[in-house]
């Protein structure tokens, strides 16, 4: 079974620059999160959508961070324009409900350097 | 409040010794799940270990298994004879059931395996 799929793994961009990360989670898996981990600190989540819908993004600084899942599949995190603080580790995760029994699985992480 | 209590923020062991990495957590709800990540350099939160709070046996994986105390909320996770590959950040996390919880995460045990 393929894992949670992301890319880039790594981007270095100029503060106020854009920069997009993209998440194809687990097949079949409804339930998509994006979690930001800043150096030194635990995740923290962004945003979680359950198919195309947002079930909570109250962490997500809205004047510079999007997201989408258009489909109910893959997903887009957008920021724009970059700052330095948003220097971090980017986590996708989806949510395994087999059985009835909660389990989250992560991508690799998208690494972003704000210079 | 939902909160993940991890006490120890570094911890070292000699190789093939065991090691016990505390976490304490709070919530209000009786259905939930707790989990240990590993997460290497590279970044990758890697599901270690993950308990049924209904289960009174305690979860086992190789290794890795975890002392769960639920009157207390206390869940300890032991290695035993470590490994230089278990050198990592150790996050403890919990979710509630249904579909709509997101991972609460501790800020993390640094592991140093020694030689």
């Known amino acids: 079974e393929a894992g949670v799929a992301q890319s880039p793994r790594y981007k270095i961009i100029e503060k106020r620059q854009s920069v997009a990360f993209w998440c194809n989670p687990i097949s079949g898996h409804a339930t998509l999160y994006w979690y930001q981990q800043i150096l030194g600190q635990g995740p923290k989540l962004l945003i979680q959508f359950q198919n195309n819908g947002v079930v909570d993004d109250s962490q997500l600084p809205k004047d510079r961070f999007s997201a989408e899942r258009l489909k109910g599949v893959d997903s887009t995190l957008k920021i724009q324009p970059a700052k330095l603080e948003d220097s971090a580790v980017y986590l996708c995760?989806?949510?395994?409900?087999?059985?009835?029994?909660?389990?989250?699985?992560f991508g690799e992480g998208s690494w972003l350097t704000v210079v | 409040a939902q909160t993940v209590t991890q006490s120890q923020p570094e911890m070292s062991v000699q190789e093939a010794e065991t090691v016990t990495l505390s976490c304490t957590y709070d919530?209000?709800?009786?259905?939930?799940?707790l989990f240990w990540y590993k997460q290497p350099p590279s970044r990758q939160m890697i599901l270690v270990i993950r308990?049924?709070?209904?289960?009174?046996q305690n979860a086992t994986e190789n290794r890795f298994s975890v002392n769960f105390q639920k009157a207390a909320k206390s869940f300890s996770l032991k290695i035993s004879d470590s490994q230089l590959g278990d050198t990592a950040m150790y996050f403890c996390a919990f979710i509630i059931g249904g579909s709509q919880g997101n991972l609460i995460f501790g800020k993390g045990t640094k592991l140093s395996v020694k030689p």
């Open positions: 995760a989806s949510l395994d409900r087999e059985n009835n029994v909660n389990t989250i699985y």
């Open positions: 919530t209000s709800e009786s259905n939930y799940y």
């Open positions: 308990q049924e709070a209904y289960k009174q």
